[in-house]
Each structure stands twice: as structure tokens, then as C-alpha cells.
């Protein structure tokens, strides 16, 4: 039997993408309709942003372990998290937590490597653009990495959070994500990392300047990978 697959969710629209892939291509694995047992649990992304805009990581861990406790007691036999920023509180909960997890940006690297990409640039919220999650395990992998400047930070920032988030996938807010890709290829980036969850909704591999790498199917994959593996 399929491990059971425990989500702990943070932003509704990337954890439903995150889910979404593992029910249909689980099939792809399992057969026609199947896939493993997912369970999902979501405190609302406001409580995350009250911890989140002042920096207080150990909050954020509180609501993971919160979640992966509840998700534990369902019966899941590990967990992921599809979403990049909190990661920045994954090592405040692994050693503690009830079931072993999978890493989103650990994910993304080895697909880089996989891939023989060298320098990634990296897209998310400020708080993940500008942290260690990214910087720190691609540095580990072997690999590069570059983000856009402060103005266009603080620019895909407010995307994010006023539209991505909202299911609000404008035309001109893709555009300017395609002029930010091309920025980070003309700084001789070969790839770009899509390392908010909900940017893979608007920017369409056949659409960016680089080859894309995103996050929320990549971990979607690895998860479903280990569980019939098992």
C-alpha cells in the first residue's frame, strides 16, 4: 500500500495546486482514478503573516507542528509542506515533529542537478528571496544563486500577496514576471526557481525567458515518489 501523504497547508491556492497534482498524477503511478491517501490540514494564512511580518520564526513552527501533530493522528506516514517562506521554520520543527517531512527546497535542488543547471534565480516573497532557504541548501547542492533587485522584490511581494494568494492571475502581473525572468537570464541565470507556490499559476513554462522550476509540483512529485515507493 501507498504511504499516506500528510499536507500541512499554508496559502490555500498552492496547497490546492500541491494536491491537485497528487491526486491526478497519481494515477500516472497507481492506475486509472488512484492515487495515496492525502490528508490536509490549514490554519488560515492570517495567523502564519502575524508571525511572519515580525519575524518570529518559533511562532511559525508552533502552527506546523500544530498541523503535522493533527495530520499525524489522521494517519499520515510523513509530510510536506507546499509552501517556500515558512520553510524558513522547517529546522524549529523536523527534529520534533511526529513524521519525517520532505524538504521543498531540497526538492528544487536536486532537480537542478538533475537537470545540470548552474546558477538558479530565485522568485518568492521578500521574506523568501531574501532569506536562507534557497540560498543556503542550493549553495549546498553546488549551485548559484541570484534574486531581483529591491524594487522588483517588493513588487512581486505585493503580487503575491494582494493577488496570487486571492486567485487573482492578472495579464499584466505575468508580464512582469517575464521581465523580471529575463533580468535574472541576463545575469547569466540558466534557470529560474518559481519559489512561491502560487507562481506556477501564472507563469507558464512556455511563457518565461528560463526553464522553470517549481516548487509545488516538484515537491508534489517527490511526495508521491516516496509514497508508492514505499
Known amino acids: 500500500m501507498p504511504q499516506h501523504i500528510g499536507i500541512v497547508a499554508c496559502s490555500a491556492e498552492g496547497a490546492a495546486l ?7 498524477e497519481g494515477a500516472e503511478l497507481l492506475g486509472p482514478h488512484n492515487h495515496p ?3 490536509l490540514h490549514n490554519y488560515p494564512l492570517a ?26 493522528r489522521a494517519g499520515a506516514d510523513f509530510l510536506i509542506c507546499p ?13 520534533r515533529s511526529p513524521r519525517p517531512w520532505l524538504h521543498i527546497a531540497q526538492e528544487v535542488a536536486e532537480e ?3 537537470c545540470r543547471f548552474k546558477r538558479l534565480g530565485v522568485l518568492g516573497t521578500s521574506s523568501l528571496m531574501e532569506g536562507p532557504i534557497y540560498t543556503e541548501t542550493l549553495k549546498r547542492a553546488g ?21 496570487l494568494v486571492n486567485a487573482k492571475f492578472l495579464p499584466r502581473s505575468a508580464a512582469y514576471f517575464t521581465e523580471v525572468i529575463r533580468t535574472l537570464a541576463d545575469e547569466g541565470c540558466d534557470a529560474v526557481v518559481l519559489g512561491c507556490t502560487e507562481i506556477p499559476l501564472l507563469v507558464a513554462p512556455d511563457s518565461s ?13 517527490a511526495a508521491l515518489r516516496k509514497s508508492v515507493e514505499h
Open 18 to 24: 500541491c494536491y491537485r497534482t497528487i491526486c491526478l
Open 37 to 39: 491517501e492525502v490528508s
Open 47 to 72: 495567523e502564519y503573516l502575524k508571525f511572519i511580518t515580525i519575524g518570529d520564526w518559533a511562532g511559525v513552527a508552533e502552527l506546523m507542528m500544530s498541523s503535522a501533530e493533527k495530520l499525524a
Open 83 to 95: 509552501d517556500n517562506t515558512i520553510h524558513q521554520a522547517f529546522d524549529l520543527v523536523a527534529h
Open 112 to 114: 537542478a542537478r538533475r
Open 143 to 163: 549551485l548559484e544563486s541570484r534574486i531581483p533587485g529591491l524594487p522588483q522584490r517588493e513588487k512581486i511581494n505585493q503580487i503575491i500577496f494582494d493577488e
Open 209 to 221: 525567458p528560463l526553464p522553470t522550476l517549481d516548487s509545488t509540483r516538484l515537491l508534489a512529485r
